[in-house]
């Protein structure tokens, strides 16, 4: 069974850098059919996807937060990580780590991704 | 992007009973790339439907998905006590990945 923890500050001064770490085990996170993603939710109830990456470094950003996100992968420690710069009160959330998997079958879609695995979650305040 | 939009925003039913969630999306997503999760309170999402229509691994047939285009439907044949959740749909079909804002169904 796959399992993915966040691990990293609860609280991130404004202008700093937020940084959040996911250990996978129970899988591998070196091989294709995977995006390594983060979501958050904020308010406790809008969740926002943020991006993800695969073990090939190809990336995916949401747009909102491009210019301040970075997802990486470390395949050889089974991690994935998010760095959000330039934090304000507004990225306050409960940050989760997750898998995409692909489910397609036949031709290749790239839109047959889907996130059947979630970490249990890390709330960030942002706050001086 | 995509806005997704759900509705209602809350539905009150008891156990036993028909629930039926509505999703609809302010553009096409074509015929299967959206995704319907279950989140109870102080867990993560869990996947529930994928392809429009197709049930995750352990999700009883109790739950079924149905929709394309612009919109989408899940529905709960008859509602256990474990059922009463938020409800999201997600669409897969453009970047950004976009979420609706939730059904939350009470007792």
């Known amino acids: 069974q796959v399992q993915l923890q966040e691990s990293g500050p609860g609280l991130v001064k404004p202008s700093e850098t937020l940084s959040l770490t996911c250990t996978v085990s129970?899988?591998?996170?070196?091989?294709?059919?995977?995006?390594w993603t983060w979501i958050r939710q904020l308010s406790g109830r809008g969740l926002e996807w943020i991006g993800d990456n695969d073990y090939s470094d190809i990336r995916n950003y949401n747009p909102s937060l491009k210019s301040r996100v970075d997802i990486s992968v470390d395949t050889s420690k089974s991690q994935f990580s998010l760095k959000l710069k330039s934090v304000t009160a507004a990225d306050t959330a409960v940050y989760y780590c997750?898998?995409?998997?692909?489910f397609g079958s036949g031709r290749y879609d790239p839109n047959k991704y889907y996130i059947d695995y979630w970490g249990q979650g890390a709330l960030v305040t942002v706050s001086s | 992007e995509i806005v997704l939009t759900q509705s209602p925003g809350t539905l009150s039913l008891s156990p036993g009973e028909r629930a039926t969630l509505s999703c609809k999306t302010s553009?096409?997503?074509?015929?299967?790339?959206l995704a319907w999760f279950q989140q109870k309170p102080g867990q993560a999402p869990r996947l529930l439907i994928y392809?429009?229509?197709t049930r995750a691994t352990g999700i009883p047939d109790r739950f079924s998905g149905s929709g394309s285009g612009t919109d989408f439907t899940l529905t709960i044949s008859r509602l256990e006590p474990d059922d009463f959740a938020v409800y999201y749909c997600q669409q897969s079909g453009s970047s950004p990945l976009t979420f609706g804002g939730g059904t939350r169904v009470e007792i």
């Open positions: 553009q096409s997503v074509g015929s299967s790339y």
């Open positions: 997750a898998r995409r998997t692909y």
């Open positions: 392809g429009a229509s």
């Open positions: 129970g899988g591998s996170i070196n091989r294709g059919g995977y995006f």
